[in-house]
């Protein structure tokens, strides 16, 4: 049985990483982007049942985003080690 050639599109691998790069900062920073949902909202045709549950979804969403981030962030590292072993590999043969 003959050995089989891995090929890697690093340029792939790289916009991946990129884009989750990207996906992260997006999350990080839409906090402050959101600001105050529910004032913004407000209380339209004098009921408030929007901005109630605006709020209660945006503070059940903080540790979500929050998994989501380390999640991400993991996957980043992993592609990083992938493309750093495979160029290595690469660089030797």
């Given at each position: ?12 691998l ?9 996906i ?19 209380a339209?045709?004098e ?47």
């Amino acid at each position: 049985m003959g050995a089989e050639k891995v090929r890697i599109d690093y340029d792939l691998l790289t916009c991946v990483k990129e884009s989750i790069t990207q996906i992260i900062a997006e999350l990080e920073d839409a906090p402050e982007r959101t600001g105050d949902v529910a004032g913004a909202i407000g209380a339209p045709y004098e009921r408030t049942q929007l901005s109630a549950l605006a709020s209660d979804f945006r503070g059940a969403w903080e540790p979500k985003r929050d998994d989501l981030i380390a999640t991400l962030g993991g996957i980043g590292t992993r592609l990083d080690t992938v493309i750093d072993s495979y160029s290595d590999l690469d660089e030797g043969a």
